[in-house]
């Protein structure tokens, strides 16, 4: 997998926000929406806020953009402090000029009888706006990719899963402890994502080096999920030092 370290994740963020800038212009010059798949957790927050000042100083406009984010808790009611939605508002979304009905996050007070459905309609909704161009992602110690956990294949969807014991554990601190961390989540599939134009998985600090390792140096593997971005044409990895420092 084609790979870029930066001294840190500082310059790696800016640098992908300016990528991400560079297609949203593009698109608003052809008149042509640009869809963007999204990440939360710690590694994208600094790429989102400098997506908000490239739209405060830099007239970046986000009202050609259509969003697809990758996962949700379930069950989470929007509100709650750890809910994807609020995380996405809080970094993003309150800050630019996207469209309310652009934005897109997979909905965890979704009744359980309509879940199936739900993730159904989220594929399509992805195909309506013509796929995803771009989709950022970050990794868990897991080797998940959105909550695609060890034992998602290659043709995986949008779907509900159990969240692993590391996820949980990982995820403990947000929710002041870890027997508050749900145990389902919803997520895109590994099929779903693999079917993204383009895709960058952005991995920052000591504690991501070793899965870096095995996703790109690994056999393909429902193990270890993230290992499949190896079979995508159009992938890139963004790295600081400390996540690239057992690359061989
Ligand atoms: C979040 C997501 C997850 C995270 C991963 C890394 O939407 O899909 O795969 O990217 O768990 O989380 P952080 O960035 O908090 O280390």
């Known amino acids: 997998i084609p790979t870029t370290i930066y001294p840190d994740s500082e310059q790696a963020s800016v640098a992908v926000a300016r990528e991400v800038a560079r297609l949203i212009r593009e698109r608003a010059a052809q008149g042509r929406p640009a869809v963007l798949g999204l990440a939360t957790g710690s590694t994208?927050?600094?790429?989102?806020?400098?997506?908000?000042?490239?739209?405060r100083e830099e007239g970046l406009s986000f009202a050609n953009?259509?969003?697809f984010n990758l996962d949700e808790y379930y069950p989470m009611t929007p509100s709650s402090l750890q809910s994807y939605v609020r995380f996405m508002h809080e970094y993003l979304f309150d800050h630019i000029d996207i469209r309310p009905e652009n934005v897109h996050i997979p909905d965890g007070t979704v009744p359980p009888e309509q879940v199936a459905e739900f993730c159904r309609r989220y594929e399509e909704q992805i195909r309506e706006a013509g796929g995803i161009d771009l989709q950022l992602l970050g990794i868990g110690r897991t080797g998940h990719i959105g909550f695609n956990e060890p034992g998602s294949g290659p043709a995986s969807r949008t779907r509900l899963i159990t969240l692993d014991h590391?996820?949980?554990?990982?995820?403990a601190s947000d929710f002041y402890g870890e027997e508050h961390v749900p145990r389902r989540a919803l997520t895109m599939g590994v099929g779903t994502i693999l079917e993204a134009h383009e895709i960058v998985l952005l991995a920052w600090g000591e504690?991501?080096?070793?899965?870096?390792?095995?996703m790109t140096e690994g056999e393909p593997t429902d193990?270890?999920?993230?290992?499949y971005l190896q079979r995508h044409p159009h992938v890139r990895v963004v790295l600081d030092e400390a996540a690239s420092a057992e690359l061989t």
């Open 44 to 55: 994208p927050t600094r790429l989102y806020e400098e997506l908000v000042r490239l739209h």
């Open 65 to 67: 953009v259509i969003s």
């Open 166 to 171: 590391i996820t949980r554990t990982d995820a």
């Open 207 to 214: 504690g991501k080096a070793a899965v870096v390792k095995r």
């Open 223 to 227: 193990s270890v999920p993230a290992t």
